[in-house]
């Protein structure tokens, strides 16, 4: 029998960003810098739909047309100058939730100072999902506390000697975000063009296996990655903005229809009831990963013979 692919001894926190990391959406330094009005820019997209089919166009995803209407404001002139190097440079505008990116940082040292989790290599990893701009999260402050980064890639042009974004490169809607899960329960991530997504895999070759993994997110956007986990064994948490009534009730609803296992505001400081639950829940699939190890050992690992005193 040969050796599983991987030792299964990774703990991965997947978080949604928009909203769940940050107050807002992560577009807002751009229209500051541009003078667009937020609330103008995403009224237009949401009639875009209603606009295509008038051109006959019967079938859209919803959640990237922005994308499309952030490349038309670049053609025409709006979004000036736009290319991937600015989108970064906006990305280290974004402020973040009380508590980030510091949490992230204590709950790896978490993980790593504990001497039984280090005697079987256990590992956290953090990694983002999100229907936003990857270059934005990767030009934020907390990029350098990820280990992968899943967004919308926008690919570039020359023009008029400029290099401005021109065309879509990489997509995630709500549905595709459960792609992103898949590789990272796969390793994909870690091994590109060795594994592909689409492989056909056991579920103990994973290198990530879906109860190993926690995803944190704010509202019904993130239903099919939060089925995914559920349906798997692993452990869905979804946030909300202090203050936000509104907010609240969408993920008492999560809540009400299973979808996620619980919810807190999405405040990520010492003591807070985010950062317990989370914290919590971290040490939980730890220490049931050294209790299977403990457990595997006890099976395979025969006693020595002993001498027999007759």
Same mark, same amino acid.
């Given at each position: 029998?040969?050796?599983?692919?991987?030792?299964?001894?990774?703990?991965?926190?997947?978080?949604?960003?928009?909203?769940?990391?940050?107050?807002? @959406?992560?577009?807002?330094?751009?229209?500051?810098? @541009?003078?667009?009005?937020?609330?103008?820019?995403?009224?237009?997209?949401?009639?875009?739909?209603?606009?295509?089919?008038?051109?006959?166009?019967?079938?859209?995803?919803?959640?990237?047309?922005?994308?499309?209407?952030?490349?038309?404001?670049?053609?025409?002139?709006?979004?000036?100058?736009?290319?991937?190097?600015?989108?970064?440079?906006?990305?280290?505008?974004?402020?973040?939730?009380?508590?980030?990116?510091?949490?992230?940082?204590?709950?790896?040292?978490?993980?790593?100072?504990?001497?039984?989790?280090?005697g079987y290599d256990i590992t956290l990893e953090h990694y983002v999902v999100s229907t936003g701009l990857r270059q934005m999260i990767l030009g934020s402050a907390i990029a350098g506390h990820l280990d992968g980064v899943w967004g919308c890639e926008l690919l570039e042009d020359e023009h008029e000697g400029q290099r401005l974004v021109s065309q879509l490169g990489y997509v995630l809607d709500n549905t595709t975000k459960t792609?992103?899960?898949?590789?990272?329960?796969?390793?994909?991530?870690?091994?590109?063009?060795?594994?592909?997504?689409?492989?056909?895999?056991?579920?103990?070759?994973?290198?990530?296996?879906?109860?190993?993994?926690?995803?944190?997110?704010?509202?019904?956007?993130?239903?099919?990655?939060?089925?995914?986990?559920?349906?798997?064994?692993?452990?869905?948490?979804?946030?909300?903005?202090?203050?936000?009534?509104?907010?609240?009730?969408?993920?008492?609803?999560?809540?009400?229809?299973?979808?996620?296992?619980?919810?807190?505001?999405?405040? @990520?400081?010492?003591?807070?009831?985010?950062?317990?639950?989370?914290?919590?829940?971290?040490?939980?699939?730890?220490?049931?990963?050294?209790?299977?190890?403990?457990?595997?050992?006890?099976?395979?690992?025969?006693?020595?013979?002993?001498?027999?005193?007759?």
């Amino acid at each position: 029998m040969s050796a599983p692919l991987f030792s299964q001894n990774i703990i991965a926190l997947v978080w949604d960003f928009d909203k769940t990391l940050i107050p807002g @959406y992560m577009q807002e330094p751009l229209f500051r810098h @541009y003078g667009v009005d937020a609330a103008a820019f995403w009224a237009e997209v949401n009639e875009l739909p209603a606009e295509y089919l008038r051109r006959g166009v019967e079938l859209t995803v919803s959640e990237i047309l922005y994308l499309n209407h952030i490349l038309d404001y670049t053609r025409r002139g709006i979004f000036a100058g736009l290319n991937n190097a600015r989108l970064r440079a906006f990305g280290a505008e974004l402020e973040f939730y009380p508590g980030l990116p510091d949490f992230f940082t204590e709950l790896k040292q978490t993980v790593a100072a504990e001497e039984r989790y280090a005697g079987y290599d256990i590992t956290l990893e953090h990694y983002v999902v999100s229907t936003g701009l990857r270059q934005m999260i990767l030009g934020s402050a907390i990029a350098g506390h990820l280990d992968g980064v899943w967004g919308c890639e926008l690919l570039e042009d020359e023009h008029e000697g400029q290099r401005l974004v021109s065309q879509l490169g990489y997509v995630l809607d709500n549905t595709t975000k459960t792609r992103a899960v898949f590789e990272i329960n796969k390793g994909v991530n870690k091994h590109p063009g060795a594994i592909d997504v689409n492989a056909q895999m056991a579920d103990s070759d994973r290198r990530v296996p879906f109860r190993n993994m926690i995803y944190v997110a704010d509202g019904p956007s993130d239903v099919p990655v939060f089925s995914v986990l559920n349906r798997n064994g692993g452990v869905t948490y979804a946030v909300y903005r202090r203050g936000s009534a509104a907010q609240m009730k969408q993920v008492n609803q999560l809540l009400r229809d299973r979808r996620v296992q619980a919810f807190g505001e999405a405040d @990520y400081t010492p003591g807070s009831q985010t950062s317990m639950w989370l914290s919590h829940a971290v040490t939980e699939v730890a220490e049931r990963i050294v209790q299977e190890r403990q457990r595997a050992m006890q099976e395979k690992v025969s006693k020595p013979p002993r001498h027999l005193n007759e």
